[in-house]
């Protein structure tokens, strides 16, 4: 049976198209659609809970806001909240975000970010939802939701007065948007 192979491979099929291992340059895996709530079903249930908190919190409610919405693997996601955390002195400047860095999430999370307009020009957010993104319908999804200085996992609500009502917007683990 004909294969994809190597230029030089007599079983290529390459001889034959002028295809090789060596032409590809990049490929699309598409996951199968229930290892991840599709992005509408996230940002359905985003919503929902974002909603809720700000209602809940009289200083954000009735201002138009700004949400983002993004998958990202954990590990990039924690990297920079460890990196938000701390001042370039290595001095705690953010505890809540110092605590979500050791909080254990599956390997992809959605993440929905709400800011002002004006914040968001300046890349400073004033609440987030992470959501499992490997978990099925059925299951408890929602890994923690933060407004302000509050923040809400396992159901029990925490606040930390020193840690900043807004903070910084996550940027991805390329660079700087």
């Not at 992005?39 to 009289?58: E, F, H, M, V, Y």
């Not at 002195?89 to 254990?104: A, E, H, W």
Request: charged share 25%; hydrophobic share 35%.
């Amino acid at each position: 049976m004909p294969t994809l192979g190597y230029e030089n491979d007599p079983e290529n099929y390459a001889k034959i198209y002028p295809y090789s291992i060596e032409s590809i340059k990049s490929t699309v895996c598409p996951l199968p659609e229930k290892v991840f709530p599709t992005s509408r079903q996230a940002r359905d249930r985003l919503l929902i809970l974002l909603k809720t908190a700000i209602a809940n919190a009289p200083e954000y409610s009735g201002s138009k806001n700004i949400v983002r919405q993004f998958v990202t693997t954990s590990s990039a996601f924690i990297r920079r909240k460890l990196e938000y955390s701390l001042d370039n002195n290595g001095n705690m400047v953010d505890k809540l975000s110092f605590y979500i860095s050791n909080i254990s999430m599956p390997h992809f999370v959605w993440v929905m970010e709400v800011s002002t307009q004006t914040d968001y020009k300046n890349r400073r957010i004033f609440g987030e939802v992470i959501l499992d993104a490997t978990a099925n319908k059925k299951e408890r999804n929602m890994i923690y939701l933060r407004i302000g200085n509050s923040i809400y996992f396992n159901g029990k609500k925490s606040a930390d007065e020193s840690s900043p009502k807004k903070f910084n917007q996550y940027t991805h683990n390329l660079g700087e948007i």
